[in-house]
């Protein structure tokens, strides 16, 4: 194992991946690209699978795994052959200031399925991810990404919120957060909200020379003071930026 802006609006992954795409070759843009018109008719494209992962299957592929190496520079932590493809696993362990494994451990895992053609078929996320990224709020997410501005130069995709509909569901509290991912590595006390630093490594047998610190993941949650909500979760998952501020896909009544 070894050791720009922030997206101001939800869940980015795809929509990082085009940008990234777009300065690294332009196969890998065309791919991504071709992933993000596809947001556009999102139940005819895609699906979701919530139980205990979350699971967002690809009905017409377009990324091919080589396309992830040449975007984060990092290799899975387990490649698998399964039946008719591969599977990849990132598994992410959290690690204390000097960067030392936690323990007892805590971990979270996602998962990348890819077919006999090379091309991802499925993109899960473990159980302990969704205690700070809930599934309604990924999905929902995933959707506002159709119609989103993207900004090559700062590397940015900026989704709006009010194309989506509004849902109804509970926010995490900070202790159920707590419960499950411990202690954080730091705190910032803010005047509205308190920002829960935590630190997760990423298990993976190569990276490549002068990418090592896409290994290193920081994850920032922001519990609102009053009433003990997690209302931002922001991280830099192996490369990935991501944010989701969880207010705008509430609905007026929550």
């Given at each position: 194992?070894?050791?720009?802006?922030?997206?101001?609006?939800?869940?980015?992954?795809?929509g990082?991946?085009?940008l990234?795409?777009?300065?690294?070759?332009?196969?890998y843009?065309?791919?991504?690209?071709?992933t993000?018109?596809?947001?556009?008719?999102?139940?005819?494209?895609?699906k979701?699978?919530?139980?205990?992962?979350?699971?967002?299957?690809f009905?017409?592929?377009?990324?091919?795994?080589?396309d992830?190496?040449?975007l984060?520079?990092?290799?899975?932590?387990?490649?698998d052959?399964?039946?008719?493809?591969?599977?990849?696993?990132?598994?992410?362990?959290?690690?204390?200031?000097?960067?030392m494994?936690?323990?007892?451990?805590?971990?979270?895992?996602?998962?990348?399925?890819?077919?006999?053609?090379?091309?991802?078929?499925?993109?899960?996320?473990?159980s302990?991810?969704?205690?700070?990224?809930?599934?309604?709020?990924?999905?929902?997410?995933?959707?506002?990404?159709a119609?989103?501005?993207?900004?090559?130069?700062?590397?940015?995709?900026?989704?709006?919120?009010d194309?989506v509909?509004?849902?109804?569901?509970e926010?995490?509290?900070?202790?159920?957060?707590l419960a499950?991912?411990?202690?954080?590595?730091?705190?910032?006390?803010?005047?509205?909200?308190?920002?829960?630093?935590?630190?997760?490594?990423?298990?993976?047998?190569?990276?490549?020379?002068?990418?090592?610190?896409?290994?290193l993941?920081?994850?920032?949650?922001?519990?609102?003071k009053?009433?003990?909500?997690?209302?931002?979760?922001?991280?830099?998952?192996?490369?990935?930026?991501?944010?989701?501020?969880?207010?705008?896909?509430?609905?007026?009544?929550?």
């Open positions: 194992m070894m050791p720009a802006n922030k997206i101001k609006r939800p869940f980015r992954v795809i990082l991946l085009i990234a795409a777009s300065l690294t070759g332009c196969m843009w065309v791919h991504a690209y071709q993000y018109l596809q947001m556009g008719e999102f139940d005819h494209y895609f979701v699978v919530a139980a205990d992962e979350f699971t967002l299957q009905k017409e592929p377009k990324m091919y795994s080589e992830f190496i040449s984060a520079k990092l290799y899975p932590s387990e490649d052959r399964v039946e008719n493809g591969r599977r990849w696993r990132y598994w992410f362990r959290k690690v204390d200031k000097d960067n494994l936690i323990q007892p451990e805590i971990k979270f895992y996602s998962d990348m399925a890819f077919n006999a053609e090379k091309k991802l078929t499925a993109w899960s996320f473990s302990l991810f969704l205690q700070i990224a809930p599934p309604e709020f990924l999905e929902v997410s995933l959707r506002s990404i119609g989103a501005d993207i900004d090559k130069e700062k590397q940015t995709l900026k989704a709006n919120a194309l509909g509004k849902i109804n569901a926010l995490p509290k900070k202790s159920a957060v499950k991912l411990g202690e954080p590595l730091s705190i910032q006390d803010e005047p509205e909200q308190e920002v829960y630093i935590y630190r997760f490594l990423l298990d993976t047998h190569h990276i490549e020379k002068g990418y090592e610190d896409h290994a993941n920081e994850v920032k949650l922001s519990f609102d009053k009433n003990q909500d997690l209302i931002i979760m922001a991280g830099n998952f192996a490369g990935l930026k991501i944010s989701i501020d969880y207010r705008k896909f509430l609905s007026a009544s929550k």
